[in-house]
């Protein structure tokens, strides 16, 4: 490695220096750093509230904290996590940063707006964490009412503003990233030679742009109805509160796509990379993000089998939940069919993509329990359908993040980051996880409500399980914060492309240069071909 | 501390969810170990030997592409269609059933038998006998959970929701509230008493045998003077109730609606909302008069209002018919 | 269209190539913006449906409480500005500077008259004490309760289109600024286009929510 010159060269870390460089910056790569950053904040506060409701949960009468304190402890756990980490999570961090440098662009189609978002969303933060410090609030991640607009006395304005500005965060970005993909490619990077991360996030994008809007208008009538009580969720007024219900499910199951579509993307890149073959099907697992993303918008319904709503929905919404299914089958099949035949590498993003791929077999199909009208109607509201979802939200999307940050971590800075401590928490977290969360399905079939400070004794046992399980999980997730913080000083020197990957982000300097590239490339061939990036082709197997 | 794996079966329901439970927990377990099986066979087959290898490509296969999505959704569809007939099942209440009374409020369930008993956070209900609630909230959303029943229904304030079950196996068992409610959400459970037939008759005859349920709603609509406009002869100024419940009723804007529960309680709450053909809209609202309790009490006196094909029948209802 | 190189280098932004790429992208990018803002009139919309098929009497008569002749007479504005706002968007493109603020101006005046008008409407709500709330009063069966449900929504309504012209107002006199700094020209006019394009689609959605809140029931009266 010429070391030397590297470190002369002039890289997007190196083009500015101070505070106002950063916060003043148009650069994709910088501004997703400032969203690393900020989402690792909010991450670890989201982190500590689920510390404490496991804590709490050892013992099943509550003496801990108040039922006050732990309802409060278990909303702004889903507040923080849902919309300050994982839907920022991949798409303003890797997304950011990744998304102009494979198609070949210098930069997204509007940096300023792209500022803007990450303003919005420490904004947005600002405004939760006010609402925390100055006394919490307690309705749940859902905001249902009327118990959110007519019963809670906790801050639920100044958290609901913030999640409402935070929201046209996330409708900024989704608006940058498809104009970018649609206008920002550069020569011969064809729609069908996009990587697959790029699709799934345009697919991604889609959601944000199509349905954040209608959360907000949804939190405009919440913050209406709070403020002056005028009756359109209150049904003393002749307000419909289960209407609530529907604009909410309507944004926040689309929402749950947000989160997994990119993570699926970043799959995709491991597994192709590390198998160091173009991925099985590659139309099919373009497509089947888009499908996902328009099927999304289908199924909220399924949300509401018990809430009085017509047998008829119910069966609608039911029969269409099935449909998201098959995309969703669809990429995990096409993934490990890219396997057979590679050459298959075990580096930590590789381990982590074995991790998603089967903690979101279990998700997956755990989903279709939910969607079953006769088992939902049992497995609703119980830890049942909270271990299936942190299986899609934690196992899925948060294995994704963290495999695509170890991938994408030389390109980044340049640097390596540890590679046995970093197998090390892959496998942690990976045990870890499915200790805390497999035995809440257990739990949730036996009936154990969610939500529920003070719980009957014979659930205790599980519930000690999972505390014992999120303990192993939580020194998981620190030892990435200390070790990726070791690398930027003393990791290996990373070199352009480490890891012989196909990507145009591969093809520049680690880290990037401002413009990204000195000499804008021109595409010729599809994605993930590994000719002329390693030696002669060999037969394996 | 007692431990178990499995809920106890004590519904008509319980095992049929059950039995599609381990359908979709086989299905389940099959696509797990396939494709965790996929991955590691591969893994080790397959691992990298050397830095510089280079796998041949293969770009996919549209008959397996095929095969992979039509056997799930096909699965798929087999699990919709059957849990679907679960839940309609689950949904629709036999005529026969007994009818209880729930309204829900922070943080207790009151119950009403037609008998006249209350309780409260309690419901003792016979073994074999199909128990039909119609439940209503008097402030936020609840949710009645009986996980040994796999039953559970949002229970909304400013309408009546229903659910059923027949009770298979006496014992007592968990009622929880599973719509978080607010500060005392996990508190807000109590007991499902299921007992012998002779041991609910002697429950039911025991205790304090206030009035019935109906005694008490006529009561309300004497105290409330309601018999003044709704005569019993069809000569006042509203329609006589009498074989009212379960009917269909014309309204003034020619539609038609079948008088159940929900009608009668949105007829005394916001009487303006639905005008019977005929009539104008003349009666005040009775809301903040009288509570959920009492609403529900007038239904059960207005369902005790049989059929009484001697008076003339009000204009509106349908033709006479016994009920 | 001839292009002058060097206003096209003034304007054109470092991540684009071409000042056509760019002009493309702020399109595109206006165009999806406009669909978020279908999506979040849409969600009130929705509220709208679901309300008025369940109190349909209650919100013909709330209905009929509104001044449909101002309603219309505020629309014909808005369709006016809307007109002038076309024009505004062609002087650009022929690059006629005092043509283009003379537009913008007239625009913007007749976006505050359509405001002004609107603020007249609802101090008359104020004064017939139609305004949700514990002072609400409105004469007939039912209409003291769930009336206010129809005003909640016009008021939801009404305002955030409202808001939506105030942001307009402020677009307008940015362009205005701009034009009188002389930034706009033949060759690079994609502001006042896009402003433009906001400022129809503000205007679509007054056509949506007049019949809506004004003219539900007035066939056959």
Redesign the interface.
């Given at each position: 490695m010429t070391t030397a010159v590297a470190e002369e060269r002039e890289t997007y870390l190196n083009a500015g220096h101070g505070v106002k460089s950063w916060l003043l910056t148009k650069d994709h790569k910088r501004i997703g750093l400032l969203y690393l950053f900020t989402i690792t904040f909010f991450f670890f506060i989201g982190g500590v509230f689920a510390t404490l409701i496991r804590l709490e949960l050892l013992s099943p009468h509550g003496n801990l904290v108040s039922s006050e304190t732990y309802n409060k402890l278990f909303t702004m756990h889903g507040v923080v996590m849902v919309f300050f980490f994982l839907i920022p999570s991949i798409p303003a961090t890797l997304g950011n940063f990744f998304l102009p440098l494979m198609i070949g662009?210098?930069?997204?189609?509007?940096?300023r707006?792209n500022l803007l978002s990450w303003y919005l969303l420490v904004i947005g933060g600002l405004f939760a964490i006010f609402a925390m410090v100055a006394g919490g609030v307690d309705t749940g991640w859902t905001f249902y009412t009327p118990y959110s607009t007519s019963y809670s006395n906790t801050w639920v304005i100044a958290t609901a503003l913030g999640i409402f500005v935070a929201g046209f965060s996330s409708?900024l970005t989704g608006?940058?990233f498809?104009?970018t993909v649609?206008?920002?490619r550069c020569p011969g990077m064809t729609w069908f030679r996009m990587p697959l991360f790029v699709w799934a996030h345009y697919a991604t994008a889609l959601i944000q742009?199509?349905?954040?809007?209608?959360l907000?208008?949804?939190l405009?009538?919440v913050l209406?109805e709070r403020m002056?009580?005028?009756?359109?969720f209150d049904p003393a007024?002749?307000?419909?509160p289960v209407?609530f219900q529907?604009?909410f499910w309507?944004y926040s199951h689309p929402a749950v796509y947000i989160m997994i579509l990119p993570a699926m993307g970043v799959i995709s890149e491991l597994v192709s990379t590390f198998s160091r073959k173009a991925i099985f099907g590659y139309g099919f697992v373009a497509f089947s993000s888009v499908a996902i993303a328009v099927l999304g918008f289908l199924v909220w319904g399924h949300h509401l089998f018990v809430s009085g709503q017509s047998l008829f929905a119910g069966m609608v919404f039911s029969f269409l939940s099935y449909f998201v299914a098959i995309p969703s089958a669809i990429k995990v099949f096409n993934w490990t069919a890219t396997l057979y035949k590679g050459s298959i590498s075990y580096a930590t993003p590789m381990l982590y993509a074995f991790g998603f791929i089967g903690l979101f077999t279990i998700g997956g199909l755990t989903g279709l329990f939910v969607a079953c009208l006769g088992i939902d109607v049992h497995v609703t509201d119980t830890y049942f359908v909270v271990a299936h979802f942190h299986y899609i939200m934690v196992g899925g999307a948060i294995m994704g993040y963290l495999g695509g940050l170890h991938y994408w971590w030389p390109k980044i800075t340049g640097r390596m980051y540890p590679e046995g401590w970093a197998k090390l928490s892959a496998l942690v977290i990976f045990l870890g996880f499915n200790l805390t969360f497999f035995p809440q399905f257990m739990l949730g079939y036996l009936g154990m409500p969610r939500r529920y400070h003070v719980y009957p004794d014979e659930f205790q046992v599980l519930h000690v399980l999972s505390t014992a399980g999120a303990s192993v999980l939580a020194v998981g997730y620190l030892m990435p914060l200390i070790y990726f913080m070791w690398s930027l000083k003393y990791g290996a020197i990373a070199g352009r492309n480490p890891w012989k990957a196909t990507g145009l982000e591969w093809q520049t300097d680690s880290p990037p240069p401002v413009?990204n590239f000195d000499e804008?490339p021109i595409v010729t061939r599809e994605a993930y071909d590994y000719s002329g990036t390693v030696g002669q082709e060999v037969q394996v197997g | 501390m007692s431990f178990r794996l499995f809920p106890v079966e004590a519904s008509s329901i319980s095992a049929e969810v059950d039995q599609l439970l381990f359908f979709l927990l086989a299905v389940a377990a099959f696509f797990t170990v396939v494709i965790f099986a996929a991955i590691l066979f591969f893994a080790i087959r397959y691992r990298r030997r050397s830095d510089n290898e280079l796998p041949r490509p293969i770009h996919g296969s549209i008959p397996l592409e095929i095969v992979w999505s039509v056997i799930p959704f096909g699965l798929s569809m087999v699990m919709f269609t059957w849990g679907a007939s679960v839940f309609f099942r689950e949904r629709r209440p036999p005529d026969n059933a007994l009818p209880i009374y729930v309204v829900a409020k922070q943080w207790m369930w009151k119950l009403q038998h037609p008998e006249g008993q209350r309780e409260i956070n309690e419901l003792h209900i016979p073994v074999g006998r199909p128990v039909k609630l119609t439940m209503t909230s008097e402030d936020v959303i609840h949710s009645f959970f009986v996980p040994a029943f796999r039953t559970k229904q949002d229970v909304v304030p400013g309408r009546y929701t229903t659910t059923w079950f027949t009770a298979i196996k006496p014992g007592k068992y968990h009622l929880f509230c599973a719509e978080y409610c607010g500060n005392n959400h996990s508190g807000m459970g109590g007991w499902i008493y299921v007992m012998e037939p002779q041991d609910y008759e002697a429950w039911l005859s025991g205790g304090t045998p206030g009035a019935t349920l109906a005694e008490n709603g006529q009561k309300l609509f004497e105290n409330l003077a309601c018999a003044n406009c709704h005569k019993s002869d069809g000569t006042g100024r509203c329609p006589d109730l009498t074989g009212l419940f379960g009917k269909d009723v014309k309204l003034a804007?020619g539609s038609t609606v079948k008088a159940d529960e929900g009608y009668i309680r949105e007829s005394i709450l916001?009487?303006?909302?639905k005008i019977v053909a005929g009539y104008q809209?003349s009666m005040p609202?009775f809301?903040g008069l009288v509570t959920e309790e009492g609403v529900l009490q007038l239904i059960e006196y207005v369902k005790s209002l049989g059929p009484n094909p001697g008076a003339g029948q009000a204009e509106g209802l349908a033709a006479p018919g016994s009920r | 269209m001839v292009s002058e190189p060097h206003v096209e280098s003034l304007a054109l932004?470092?991540?684009f190539?071409s000042a056509e790429?760019q002009k493309?992208?702020s399109s595109?990018?206006m165009w999806?913006?406009l669909?978020?803002?279908?999506?979040?009139?849409?969600?009130?919309f929705?509220?709208y449906t679901?309300?008025r098929s369940?109190?349909p009497?209650?919100f013909g008569a709330a209905s009929r409480t509104l001044n449909t002749t101002i309603g219309a007479l505020n629309t014909a504005v808005l369709l006016c500005s809307s007109f002038t706002m076309v024009l505004a968007v062609r002087a650009g493109q022929l690059g006629r500077r005092k043509q283009i603020m003379a537009f913008l101006v007239l625009t913007l005046i007749l976006g505050m008259v359509f405001l002004g008008v609107k603020g007249y409407e609802w101090n008359e709500k104020y004064v017939e004490h139609h305004i949700?709330?514990p002072s609400f009063q409105m004469e007939g069966?039912?209409l003291q309760?769930?009336a206010?449900?129809f005003?909640?929504?016009y008021f939801?309504m009404t305002g955030?289109h409202a808001m939506h012209m105030l942001v307009g107002a402020g677009l307008l006199s940015w362009l205005l600024y701009q034009t009188w700094r002389g930034k706009f020209s033949a060759a690079y006019y994609t502001p006042i286009d896009m402003v433009g394009l906001y400022w129809h689609f503000v205007d679509i959605i007054w056509i949506f929510l007049f019949p809506l809140l004004y003219l539900i029931d007035r066939h056959g009266h």
């Open positions: 662009a210098r930069d997204l189609a509007f940096p707006i409708i608006l940058n498809i104009v649609h206008r920002m742009v199509l349905g954040t809007p209608v907000a208008v949804t405009v009538l209406c002056f009580h005028i009756g359109i007024l002749g307000g419909d209407l529907h604009l309507f413009h804008i | 804007d916001r009487p303006e909302a809209p609202t809301q | 932004r470092e991540q190539n790429q493309d992208a595109l990018g999806v913006f669909i978020t803002e279908v999506m979040f009139f849409g969600g009130a929705a509220a679901v309300y369940i109190y009497g209650v949700p709330g069966p039912g309760d769930h206010q449900l005003f909640s929504l939801a955030l």
